[in-house]
């Protein structure tokens, strides 16, 4: 998957949704990259579902 923006001071849903993935211990069910254009990248890599994400405190 990939979401656009990511990081943006307008797209806190987002922001906040990358911060729990990269919160939550993902193992081998996936990896996650943030590039240098804003993206979150999420690959899949196994067929297990992914984990129940963290609760993470709005951004201030």
């Known amino acids: 998957m990939i979401w656009d923006d990511y ?3 307008q797209c806190e849903g987002v922001a906040t949704l990358g911060r729990q993935l990269f919160a939550a211990d993902l193992g081998d069910v996936g990896r996650l990259v943030h590039n240098i254009n804003g993206h ?4 899949k ?9 963290p609760s ?3 951004l201030a």
């Open 7 to 9: 990081g943006s001071f």
């Open 40 to 43: 979150l990248l999420l690959f």
């Open 45 to 53: 890599t196994g067929d297990a579902p992914l984990p129940e994400l």
């Open 56 to 58: 993470i405190p709005a």
